[in-house]
Nanobody, 127 residues
Framework: QLKLVESGGGSVQPGGSLRLSCVIS????????TGWFRQVPGKERRGVAC????????FYADSVKGRFTISRDNAKNTVYLQMNSLEPEDTGIYYC????????????????????WGQGTQVTVSS
């Protein structure tokens, strides 16, 4: 059983930056595939980025490519999402999720591939 806790959300102006953190605890070996997801009221949760357990393979949603970077520090059991050049459309609650059972490929950016979730952190981009 994995427990995930997100932090780092906040309010920024368009063009600003934020770094989200997701601390994973519990049985963290093998290192889990981990994803970041965004949800806005009335809409389904959407994948933003995901990373494999070793941190050497990543996938991104088209809308964030070139602006967001997912990374991990397994010594700290933490996965990060660096968000630059933020746009109002990036506003939402950001969740991290982890999985240790599935092979890692591009499908792991889909929310329903994951069963362990954090509580979310709010990101608001507004002038």
């Amino acid at each position: 059983q994995l427990k995930l806790v997100e932090s780092g959300g906040g309010s920024v102006q368009p063009g600003g930056s934020l770094r989200l953190s997701c601390v994973i605890s519990g049985s963290t070996w093998p290192f889990p595939s981990t994803g970041w997801f965004r949800q806005v009221p009335g809409k389904e949760r959407r994948g933003v980025a995901c990373i494999n357990g070793h941190g050497d393979t990543t996938f991104y949603a088209d809308s964030v490519k070139g602006r967001f970077t997912i990374s991990r520090d397994n010594a700290k059991n933490t996965v990060y999402l660096q968000m630059n050049s933020l746009e109002p459309e990036d506003t939402g609650i950001y969740y991290c999720a982890a999985d240790q059972s599935k092979p890692f490929d591009a499908t792991m950016i889909r929310p329903f591939e994951y069963h362990s979730w954090g509580q979310g952190t709010q990101v608001t981009v507004s002038s």
